[in-house]
């Protein structure tokens, strides 16, 4: 019942003195209740009571009536204090509950705030923490798994090492054995060859002292000694390996590495190739002035080894090979009668406008496989070539077309070089070209410029294989009938690209590109209905026939092979309102996902014989 008369205060009794409360000795005891005692101790406390409110309090007791007030009874005497609060300088002052002291509620909230920031950054180092941990534990457990995979892959290259050291061990026991095989039948073909030379020249031996023996015979008969003599001289000591037959000579692969002396005047050719002559020396013509051809191909013949004036008495030759060889150069004082020059797979590292001096009469140049560029072609190295018709400078370094083209050209073959556009100038003077070949190359189909060849007349021939076109190109010639498009990345065949051509396109190769169901538009072959012959699609991604093939009446080959296609409608190919021949020789149709159960009878009614159709094998879904 005391707490009944202080509801929210505190009751506190201090005993200052020495004496012992409970078998026990305190400075100071806190009291709550209130018991009849006649302990010592409690008499002492009897002494200069105080009364508060009709309750007795002993002397020294300290005890709070209200928050922020403290009393204390001394010597029977209540004194109470009240607790002074510090001025708070806020619009908003605010009392916690359990305080006496008003506080800035700004206070609060920023106390509060920081409690609340500090338990969101000990959250957020917690998570730190585990994210570290796992983060660390994921680390752990990838550089474990990747070192098994590391021992997985070096056990695997061991494995595969260990294979490939047994299949080469096998292939080179494979080999050995072959080669021992070889050698020993070429042992026994080079005896079976020897006995028949010895047979061969034992017998050509007797025929020949026959034929001496008549010989010497009749011209000692009519004295006539001297023209023997002749006879045995120009006829005899051909090389090793030389054999003639009527007019030609033929040394090929004969081990010389020299040019061999000959004096037969009436030869017309000869054929040294495959051998290892390095040089021509001056006079190497000399006994075989009529040459019409020769062919020096595959030796080992440099610029500085041909003599100035090797070729100078040769008033009739026609036709030079001199292919595979060590030419840097280009043979200087060549015959004037030369029509045809073959200088392919040398090193030749320029052609300057002296180059083909007096070669007039020149028709067929050939100049592949060498070190030639834009940069060491002179733009009028060809000048002289009044008469040229063919043209080949593939396998070389051009990144342009060469400049200074032959009026006269008929057919340019630039296959493999790094040519990436066409200007609309090259090929300004080359009214009469008939074929291009620009096969892999890194053309684009927005680096051929619009006037480059669609004006020409005469070019009916052009190859763009293996470049970087994504469209067929728009602007090709007038007069095309042969496109070849095979290899490239060609997704769109825009349409009327093919309108302005005439008489109109008989052959286009569309193989291995990226034609799908979207690339090929309802116009895309218009001006080819009439005169396309053969159409190669294969190897694409379209998923249907491609509308206007129906309308080509006078088609002959078509390939659709290895594609996407699903089905064959009624007038996909052929066009059952024609009342013309049949005209389709050949149709490929396997490799796409076509069921051959569900194609209409009158899908291929257009086809000469059902055994020309191809359809098998299909691809399953």
Not at 291 to 311: P, V
Not at 400 to 421: D, K, R, W
Request: charged fraction near 30%; include cysteine.
């Amino acid at each position: 019942y005391i707490s009944d008369l202080f509801s929210d205060s505190i009751l506190s009794v201090v005993l200052n003195d020495s004496c012992s409360f409970g078998g026990n000795k305190n400075s100071s005891v806190k009291l709550y209740f209130f018991l009849p005692s006649t302990d010592r101790c409690l008499r002492q406390l009897h002494q200069g009571q105080c009364v508060y409110r009709g309750l007795t309090m002993f002397n020294q007791a300290v005890w709070s009536p209200k928050p922020c007030v403290t009393c204390l009874c001394t010597g029977g005497r209540v004194v109470c204090d009240e607790i002074t609060c510090p001025v708070v300088h806020c619009h908003f002052p605010f009392t916690p509950a359990g305080e006496c002291c008003p506080v800035c509620m700004e206070k609060q909230r920023k106390e509060q705030a920081e409690k609340q920031r500090k338990i969101v950054e000990e959250r957020r180092r917690e998570e730190e923490e585990a994210l570290k941990l796992q983060v660390e534990k994921e680390e752990e457990e990838w550089r474990r798994l990747m070192e098994e995979e590391m021992r997985r892959q070096v056990e695997k290259r061991r494995q595969e090492e260990e294979d490939r050291k047994r299949k080469e061990a096998a292939e080179r026991e494979a080999r050995e054995k072959e080669r021992k095989l070889e050698e020993e039948r070429w042992r026994q073909e080079e005896m079976l060859r020897e006995e028949l030379l010895a047979l061969v020249e034992e017998e050509e031996e007797e025929e020949e002292e026959e034929q001496q023996e008549e010989v010497e015979e009749a011209l000692w008969l009519r004295g006539d000694v001297f023209e023997m003599e002749v006879v045995v001289v120009n006829r005899g000591g051909l090389p090793p390996g030389c054999y003639i037959s009527d007019v030609t000579l033929t040394c090929e692969n004969a081990k010389l590495i020299y040019f061999p002396p000959l004096a037969i005047p009436e030869l017309r050719s000869l054929s040294l190739e495959g051998n290892n002559i390095s040089s021509i020396p001056a006079e190497a013509f000399n006994g075989i002035p009529n040459l019409e051809w020769i062919d020096l191909k595959k030796n080992k013949i440099t610029s500085a080894g041909i003599d100035a004036k090797a070729f100078k008495g040769l008033k009739m030759l026609r036709r030079l090979y001199l292919d595979g060889n060590l030419l840097e150069d280009v043979p200087a004082n060549l015959p004037p009668t030369l029509q045809e020059l073959k200088i392919s797979e040398n090193r030749l590292r320029g052609i300057n406008k002296h180059s083909f001096q007096d070669l007039s009469s020149l028709v067929i140049l050939e100049l592949e496989g060498n070190l030639l560029s834009e940069g060491n072609v002179d733009p009028l190295a060809f000048a002289p070539l009044k008469q040229l018709s063919y043209l080949r400078l593939g396998r070389n370094h051009f990144r342009i077309i060469p400049q200074g083209l032959p009026i006269s050209l008929l057919e340019l073959y630039l296959e493999n070089n790094l040519i990436e556009e066409i200007s609309e100038t090259v090929f300004n003077q080359t009214h009469s070209l008939n074929v291009v070949s620009l096969r892999h190359n890194r053309l684009e189909e927005n680096r051929i410029a619009p006037l480059a060849w669609i004006n020409h007349r005469n070019l009916e021939s052009i190859d763009l294989s293996h470049n970087h076109l994504y469209l067929v190109p728009s602007y090709l010639p007038r007069s095309l009938v042969h496109l070849v498009l095979v290899g490239n990345n060609i997704e769109r065949i825009p349409g009327y690209v093919f309108a302005h051509m005439d008489p109109g396109l008989e052959y286009l190769y569309l193989s291995y590109n990226k034609l799908d169901g979207e690339a090929i538009e309802p116009e895309s072959f218009f001006g080819s209905y009439e005169s396309m012959v053969e159409l190669c699609l294969d190897h694409n991604q379209l998923v249907s026939v491609p509308s206007g093939i129906n309308e080509m009446t006078n088609l002959h080959f078509l390939r659709l092979n290895n594609n996407m296609i699903r089905s064959i409608p009624d007038e996909g190919i052929c066009d059952p309102n024609h009342s013309g021949d049949t005209t389709l020789v050949a149709l490929r149709l396997e490799n796409n996902y076509i069921d051959p159960q569900k194609i209409s009878p009158i899908a291929f009614s257009c086809v000469r014989s059902s055994s020309s159709v191809v359809l098998k094998p299909q691809k399953t879904k």
